[in-house]
């Protein structure tokens, strides 16, 4: 059997408050939140944690072959960004890593191409969506990341959920558009999306039944996703679908993650299903697409191995200010800190230093197993030379050492919060904390995240690896 093996979504520590922007704007008082991705965050690093997340739960070591990125906010152009989702993950050179963008619905072709590769497919979807100050696209858009994989199932890793079929329709009309150059999309007057968007579904969705000679009462979960929220509540209520199978969009709680949203919303169910049920991912994007899946009783015993959908949910900060997610969306330019801007990466060393700078790949001593970060060719402990064996470090446990609070260091998120951790298993390294309060204390357990750090005026990002607190999962039962 070929179907889902593993399935989980990244969502930002930070919330923004819909009544916190109309308290700056004056615009009633909308309730909820949305999901926002933090300064040092964009989509390729939200994609690393949660392909992380997938791929920290299988029970073999194999490696998907290919790795399929889709996103609306790509971090490069004329640059593939799935090579640094690649590298972060410390894939093997033979996977394929290449990206599908340009709109939402290239989350399905994703999808889809990824269930349709033989041996096994990583499909990674992630999106940072604003609008305009005031706008419907900013309160109601959320950044999020998801991570499907597809394969063949084995004993140890089995299938969760197999494809039963899917039924796509496409049709060429301007409902949203955004241009090149552009930081924003526009939206043509919602009505019209609604009046072409339904029967699209409907027509997608009963030829997927048809095929799977299934019922719209056979469907246990309905997900609807898409950037229309009057069409996606008229399809769900017109779909024929018990009112108890509708899936949540989550959108009061983290907005409407576009390119991701297919994703976070088929990992937040199969999180809460169970085995034998239905699975209907309705997509509306520049035409309709319906996916039908069958969960196996191997869901059953799943256990996700990183913190759920609920979870990140639950454990969110939402003490950001609007001002704050301005300057971070670069819609707010205020004064930098008054110190020398960092220097800007260079191709080469970092070519060379791949493993180290990407894959936060360390070196352990054949001698006395001593850990060294970064890697070196001379145990400092023993004196042994060229005898080490990567190390990789990126999802060892850690605790603070010792911290120090930095007011003065070059950050667009002050004060700098330095961090000596040490891992389990030996090691010790020194980084920023992020996603984190000044209330930071020795022997606060943290994790590795990938980051953003700075971003040249030539446009180069610099990424590598930050401490962050260490996010809870629920406890098994």
């Known amino acids: 059997m070929t179907g889902v093996l593993a399935c989980a979504a990244y969502l930002p520590h930070h919330r923004l ?91 399905v072709g994703t999808l889809l191409a990824a269930a349709d590769c033989r041996d096994g497919a990583l499909a990674v979807l992630a999106d940072v969506r604003t609008g305009l100050p005031g706008s ?32 796509s329709v496409t049709d060429e009309f301007l409902d949203r558009w955004r241009s090149p150059g552009s930081p924003t999309s526009r939206v043509w007057e919602e009505r019209f999306g609604e009046h072409v968007y339904v029967p699209l579904a409907t027509e997608s969705f009963a030829a997927a039944l048809k095929q799977a000679e299934l019922t719209p009462d056979d469907v246990d979960h309905l997900v609807v996703c898409g950037l229309s929220p009057r069409a996606n509540r008229q399809f769900a209520a017109t779909s024929g679908v018990p009112r108890k199978a509708l899936a949540s969009d989550l ?81 707010l330019w205020r004064e930098p800190p008054r110190r020398p801007e960092p220097d800007a ?39 042994t030379a060229d005898r080490m064996h990567p190390q990789p470090m990126a999802d060892m446990p850690a605790r603070v050492a010792t911290y120090t609070i930095d007011r003065l260091a070059h950050t667009p998120s002050p004060p700098m919060i330095a961090v000596v951790v040490d891992f389990d298993g030996g090691g010790r390294f020194r980084c920023e904390l992020t996603d984190s309060s000044p209330e930071v204390a020795i022997g606060d357990e943290v994790e590795m995240t990938f980051r953003r750090l700075t971003t040249s005026e030539s446009g180069v990002h610099n990424y590598f690896w930050k401490a962050r607190p260490a996010r809870q999962k629920t406890e098994e039962i």
């Open 136 to 167: 419907a696209d900013e309160k109601y858009s959320g950044d999020a990341a998801a991570a499907v994989l597809f394969g063949p199932g084995t004993a140890e890793t089995p299938v969760l959920a197999e494809l039963l079929t899917s039924a």
């Open 17 to 107: 408050r819909l009544s916190e922007i109309a308290s700056v704007l004056g615009s009633g008082q909308p309730t909820g939140t949305r999901s926002v991705a933090s300064y040092d965050e964009d989509t390729s690093s939200m994609a690393v944690e949660a392909a992380r997340a997938v791929l920290r739960g299988l029970a073999t070591a194999s490696a998907p072959p290919r790795l399929y990125f889709a996103t609306t906010d790509p971090a490069y152009l004329d640059k593939t960004n799935a090579a640094v989702i690649h590298a972060a993950l410390g894939l093997p050179r033979s996977t394929l890593a290449v990206d599908f963008g340009g709109a939402p619905r290239s989350a």
């Open 251 to 331: 959108t009061a709680v983290i907005g409407n993650p576009g390119t991701a949203q297919p994703g976070v919303l088929l990992a937040d169910v199969l999180e809460r299903a169970k085995p034998d049920q239905v699975i209907a991912l309705a997509v509306l994007a520049d035409g309709a697409s319906t996916l039908l899946l069958r969960t196996t009783a191997a869901l059953g015993a799943h256990r996700p191995s990183a913190p759920t959908v609920a979870d990140q949910i639950a454990s969110a900060d939402d003490s950001l200010s609007y001002g704050t997610f301005l300057t971070w969306r670069g819609m």
């Open 345 to 383: 990466p260079a191709g080469p060393p970092s070519h060379r230093s791949e493993h180290w700078k990407y894959g936060f790949v360390g070196s352990l001593c054949e001698q006395c197993g001593t850990v060294h970060l970064p890697p070196v060719r001379v145990c400092f402990k023993c004196g």
